[in-house]
């Protein structure tokens, strides 16, 4: 069965304020038993000792106690006499109006009625100085509250009480019985309070989250440019926040899918429409199938192949499949090999060569040789692309603390510094003819990107202080990785 988060929630809070509200409800209930209780029997107490003076007196005027020993009728008229019109014993009171008192026992030792044993005059009893029991029904263990009883400064005797231990007079119980009726009526009413407060305070609480779940289901639908309203600084603000940020996220990253689809289809339809169209040429007898067509169709098919695993490499990039056999290499010693490949094209272009490397070979890092070398070879091509003939190339290695830095500096033309960061980008090109025969298919410094971080090192596009673009490497050494 399936129980909306409203009303699990209702539930709860019903369950803790109904738990609360009947806690409360039972020590109530046995705070008032027991409250009462222990005030009857300190207004006894009182009662007690007002029972000593009328003892004291009676004592005076026989000399002894031997006009009331084993005579309860006699203790009972000096209980009578004891009491004031103040006192509170309201249930003997009640009694006296409504029908007279029981006869008094004689000496013959017949017992009370068992209820007589509850009332005050049915716990009291009178014992001599030594405390031994002189009248009254109750022994003298169980008269828990004793006053003295003294007469010319002398103690001649002691009058005690066995203390209630539960209530049994009408009007005590009916006392109790109403406020055990009317904390029970305000426990109903503040859970029935609770309640009423519950449901509109738990439907507002799961309204938001019922919001963020349809917004939720819209996102997954593919509707990227769900937002939601952010509400008040607190756990579900935050979430909403999260949750517009995760929308944004997929909706740059489905922007960039179609965006890289649509550049990936031009850069493939170029050299396939340029084949198609020289194939369809000599097919026509417009052109000659001589070695002239065969070098030309060989260069777009060489193109071809190289932006086929170019887009290889980066697929496989993102999927965590390409491979690094990675080992201790000499970054001095790749360097040099990459700026020997291309020795001979920058000659035939006119662009000046300037290197720059330390002296020693101690700039040893972890890495795979391969992939390296590729790095330094895209760059310097990168260069070779767009650098203006009679241009300038500087290349420096050198050693930090815990990098290599490897730098190519070239000369103009140079790029906008909005667009710097952005020639990592994949397709990404300054020029916007996309002229393919200068500027390629834009995933050269892309793949540098991801060689480089792959052997958790960064690069960094920045201006050239010779008018070009700085392409700035820094790898871990070894011995400073953790």
């Known amino acids: 069965m399936k129980i909306m988060i409203k009303y699990r929630l209702l539930i709860a809070m019903l369950a803790a304020t109904?738990?609360?509200?009947?806690?409360?409800?039972?020590?109530?209930?046995?705070?008032?038993?027991?409250?009462?209780?222990?005030?009857?029997?300190?207004?006894?107490?009182?009662?007690?000792?007002?029972?000593?003076?009328?003892?004291?007196?009676?004592?005076?005027?026989n000399g002894s106690w031997d006009f009331i020993k084993g005579d309860e009728a006699t203790l009972f008229k000096l209980v009578a006499a004891s009491r004031e019109t103040n006192d509170l014993d309201r249930s003997d009171r009640g009694e006296r109006r409504m029908r007279p008192p029981p006869p008094f026992p004689n000496r013959s030792g017949h017992s009370f009625p068992a209820r007589f044993q509850y009332r005050f005059e049915g716990r009291v009893l009178l014992l001599d100085a030594q405390k031994v029991k002189l009248v009254g029904m109750p022994s003298a263990q169980e008269a828990a509250q004793l006053h003295e009883i003294t007469s010319s400064d002398r103690i001649v005797g002691y009058v005690g009480l066995r203390p209630r231990q539960r209530l049994t007079d009408t009007y005590q119980l009916l006392f109790v019985k109403q406020q055990k009726l009317t904390m029970g009526l305000v426990a109903v009413i503040m859970f029935l309070v609770s309640a009423a407060i519950s449901l509109p305070l738990a439907h507002r609480l799961v309204l938001p989250i019922k919001r963020l779940a349809a917004s939720m289901h819209r996102l997954a639908s593919g509707e990227y440019g769900t937002r939601v309203a952010v509400g008040p600084e607190d756990e579900l603000g935050q979430l909403a926040r999260d949750f517009n940020t995760l929308a944004l996220t997929l909706e740059n990253n489905e922007r960039a899918r179609r965006r890289w689809v649509a550049d990936v289809s031009h850069e493939l339809r170029t050299p396939l429409a340029i084949l198609r169209g020289e194939i369809e040429a000599i097919q026509d007898g417009v052109r000659q199938a001589g070695p002239e067509s065969m070098r030309s169709l060989h260069g777009e098919v060489m193109h071809l192949s190289r932006l086929v695993d170019d887009l290889y490499q980066l697929s496989l990039y993102d999927i965590g499949a390409l491979t690094y056999r990675k080992e201790s290499v000499d970054l001095k010693e790749v360097l040099e090999d990459a700026l020997t490949s291309v020795g001979q094209e920058l000659i035939q272009k006119g662009i000046n060569l300037s290197i720059e490397l330390?002296?020693?070979?101690?700039?040893?890092?972890?890495?795979?040789?391969?992939?390296?070398?590729?790095?330094?070879?895209?760059?310097?091509?990168?260069?070779?692309?767009?650098?203006?003939?009679?241009?300038?190339?500087?290349?420096?290695?050198?050693?930090?603390?815990?990098?290599?830095?490897?730098?190519?500096?070239?000369?103009?033309?140079?790029?906008?510094?909005?667009?710097?960061?952005?020639?990592?980008?994949?397709?990404?090109?300054?020029?916007?003819?996309?002229?393919?025969?200068?500027?390629?298919?834009?995933?050269?410094?892309?793949?540098?990107?991801?060689?480089?971080?792959?052997?958790?090192?960064?690069?960094?596009?920045?201006?050239?202080?010779?008018?070009?673009?700085?392409?700035?490497?820094?790898?871990?050494?070894?011995?400073?990785?953790?």
Not at 28 to 41: C, D, E, K, T
Request: include cysteine.
């Open 358 to 482: 330390p002296r020693d070979d101690g700039c040893s890092v972890f890495a795979d040789p391969d992939r390296l070398s590729q790095l330094f070879s895209n760059l310097l091509d990168n260069s070779l692309k767009y650098t203006d003939a009679g241009g300038k190339l500087a290349v420096r290695l050198q050693r930090g603390p815990n990098t290599a830095q490897v730098e190519f500096a070239d000369s103009a033309p140079g790029v906008a510094p909005d667009q710097l960061q952005r020639l990592f980008d994949r397709l990404y090109r300054v020029e916007s003819s996309r002229n393919r025969a200068k500027g390629g298919a834009g995933l050269g410094l892309a793949i540098c990107k991801n060689i480089v971080e792959a052997h958790e090192g960064t690069i960094a596009a920045l201006p050239s202080p010779h008018g070009g673009v700085l392409i700035r490497v820094e790898l871990p050494l070894i011995g400073s990785r953790t």
């Open 18 to 61: 109904g738990a609360v509200v009947i806690s409360m409800f039972l020590i109530m209930q046995w705070s008032i038993g027991r409250g009462f209780l222990a005030y009857v029997n300190t207004m006894e107490k009182d009662r007690l000792e007002r029972l000593a003076q009328v003892m004291e007196r009676a004592y005076r005027t």
